[in-house]
């Protein structure tokens, strides 16, 4: 923050209720800042469920929110109490590193999906002794002994060795210990003994039903980040899945594609949807209600905590009209060229031209820049035909926004602002979408005198620069997120190009080209939809059913598109409007060593801005347009 920003305490406070987005960062506002999906009575059904999405569309949130503490606090919020409670949930996240160190040619294959199955078994039941304590809190005349000796059991643990539930949970946190040993060095004299895939699982479920502490309650394992596990250990949970029955239940949270093994360990019968689980589609859930219904609460906490802000988003972020945009992106300039233009060549003409408002009538110099035709027989045109123009400019306007500012040390050649702007930006993710007004606040406090009399707001140029900004974290963290990210952010830099160029110029090409398909020989299109793939479970690309088909001769393939979280770093548009189809032999030539030639046939001869015009993000990737380097 600079000297301008004077009220540090309202900063502050936005900040910490904005910023704090993450599930798994310890956040005392969880209670209070937490917003129910509006798909949660489908993940709250008693049947497994897969609830797929990327990272930061709130899996993690919902999957936390079914655990038997937070369920609970959720009940009490509405006014209701313990014994409305119907399930109660655990939830064991896949940590990566660990899960696949089950894995070498020091143990066969069975050995390992039988020590994968036992690892997670002591994880869940670790888990489940935290309900276990917890429930003995409600309940302190149920004797839990039961509970406690069919667990060790099924476990092997000596009978000595485990008298009550604290017993059992300390014995369960050292056997997981000497597993990881054993797993490190799974060639040395260790032994570890295996409980039964799913068994203890279920004895402890049975369990505490059988012994009253669950009442009837069913248990819900909850499984976070599935994507996470090598294939066969997604083909034993899948067996767990498969065959779950009360009291036990599944629900498993997995980013798009991560499901990549539908085989359980009897090898023939495949996880079936809707026979085995519900797939629930974050993206496809009312997500602008939800996101809008979380930014709303944090505004209402942000005012009741003295800070002058609206509680309504749309209030919040300010918004800019198409004529307001226009003019702010040059339109007057624009439309004084018309005038000056027509007034050389028909004098009458440009008398009447006066009629029409600059923020409309720079529309007449895109159109001949498309080909259409001279600037002065437009002009007659649209005096004779004014519906028909203003058609055009309904049609073609949004898609004129992108031509209108282009030239050299213009800062922002597009503006992204407005509530609908920014749900569009983050796509179905409520992690971007919360990280765009957390970066705008940053911005607009940094820029402009913010005082306690000041009723605060988001200016639009906020909002664009956050969209900037964002964008560019977003693309930086390709690298290391996925296992290929280097080629994806190649890619991603490649595509981004190739629609910046197209936005700009509108000669001979239908406007906002957003989406693309993939053509090219069976080698090479398997080989870069394998990263396309990968690309959409990370957020990097979305993928969508194709619409329709462009010729008889089209692959049905999904389209794709950027992630729109990109659209403010390359300046296209976050619409989703039309497509073209990239030759896959160009995308891979991206990865290679001369992306500058790749990027020139996917342009189609398009001219490419000279270097000086380029938008300030994308000049310093000018050296890997050029030649290759990032």
């Not at 339109?331 to 600059?358: C, G, M, T, W």
């Not at 906020?462 to 952010?489: F, I, M, N, P, W």
């Amino acid at each position: 923050m600079n000297g301008n920003s004077t009220d540090v305490p309202a900063f502050g406070m936005l900040k910490q209720l904005f910023g704090d987005n993450r599930a798994e960062w310890p956040s005392e506002n969880f209670r209070e800042l937490f917003v129910t999906p509006t798909y949660i009575n489908k993940l709250e059904t008693f049947r497994p469920c897969f609830l797929v999405g990327g990272r930061g569309t709130g899996k993690t949130t919902s999957l936390q929110s079914l655990k038997y503490d937070a369920t609970l606090e959720r009940l009490q919020a509405e006014k209701m109490a313990y014994e409305d409670q119907e399930y109660l949930g655990v939830l064991v996240r896949m940590n990566k590193n660990r899960v696949r160190a089950f894995q070498g040619n020091e143990l066969s294959d069975d050995l390992w999906r039988r020590t994968f199955a036992h690892y997670f078994n002591l994880l869940v039941c670790l888990e489940l002794t935290s309900l276990t304590k917890w429930l003995i809190e409600k309940n302190s005349d149920i004797d839990p002994s039961g509970v406690v000796h069919k667990v060790a059991a099924d476990f092997g643990f000596a009978e000595d060795d485990v008298v009550d539930i604290a017993d059992l949970q300390n014995k369960l946190k050292l056997s997981i210990s000497r597993l990881q040993i054993y797993v490190n060095n799974p060639s040395g004299e260790t032994k570890v003994i295996l409980s039964m895939a799913e068994a203890p699982v279920r004895s402890f479920a049975e369990e505490l039903v059988n012994s009253e502490l669950a009442g009837d309650r069913v248990i819900y394992c909850c499984i976070d980040e599935y994507e996470n596990l090598l294939d066969y250990q997604q083909a034993v949970l899948n067996t767990y899945v498969k065959h779950a029955e009360p009291p036990l239940s599944y629900k498993v949270g997995v980013r798009k594609y991560g499901l990549r093994n539908r085989q359980t360990l009897d090898g023939h019968d495949l996880l079936k949807v809707p026979d085995d689980y519900a797939e629930i589609e974050i993206a496809d859930e009312g997500f602008d209600y939800f996101a809008k219904a979380v930014a709303n609460l944090r505004l209402k906490r942000a005012s009741e905590r003295g800070v002058n802000v609206p509680t309504e988003l749309y209030e919040f972020l300010e918004d800019l009209s198409f004529y307001e945009e226009a003019s702010l992106l040059g339109a007057e300039k624009v439309a004084d060229s018309v005038l000056e233009e027509v007034k050389e060549n028909e004098e009458e003409v440009f008398e009447r031209l006066h009629q029409i408002p600059k923020e409309k009538l720079y529309f007449i110099k895109y159109w001949s820049d498309g080909g259409n035709g001279s600037v002065v027989d437009l002009s007659k045109n649209w005096l004779d035909n004014e519906s028909l123009w203003n058609n055009r400019l309904n049609n073609h306007g949004y898609a004129s926004l992108f031509w209108l500012s282009r030239g050299k040390g213009v800062r922002i050649h597009k503006y992204y602002c407005g509530e609908r702007v920014f749900l569009s930006l983050a796509a179905g993710n409520i992690r971007y979408f919360l990280e765009l007004i957390d970066a705008a606040i940053t911005i607009e406090f940094e820029n402009r005198e913010v005082n306690s009399r000041t009723r605060l707001s988001l200016s639009p140029k906020s909002q664009t620069l956050a969209a900037k900004e964002v964008g560019r974290r977003r693309l930086d963290q390709l690298e290391g997120l996925a296992d290929h990210g280097v080629q994806l952010k190649r890619l991603v830099l490649a595509i981004g190009k190739v629609f910046f160029e197209f936005a700009r110029s509108p000669v001979g090409r239908t406007p906002e080209v957003t989406s693309f398909t993939v053509g090219g020989s069976q080698e090479d299109r398997e080989a870069i939809l394998a990263l396309l793939s990968e690309g959409v479970g990370h957020l990097a690309f979305e993928a969508a059913p194709r619409t329709k088909a462009t010729s008889n001769f089209e692959v049905k393939d999904d389209e794709y598109r950027l992630h729109r979280i990109f659209c403010g770093f390359f300046e296209i548009s976050h619409r989703k409007k039309r497509r073209m189809t990239f030759n896959a032999n160009d995308l891979l030539g991206v990865l290679g060593e001369n992306p500058s030639a790749a990027i020139l046939r996917m342009l189609g001869g398009v001219e490419q801005s000279d270097e000086q015009e380029l938008p300030e993000q994308l000049a310093l990737f000018n050296a890997f347009y050029a030649g290759g380097e990032m």
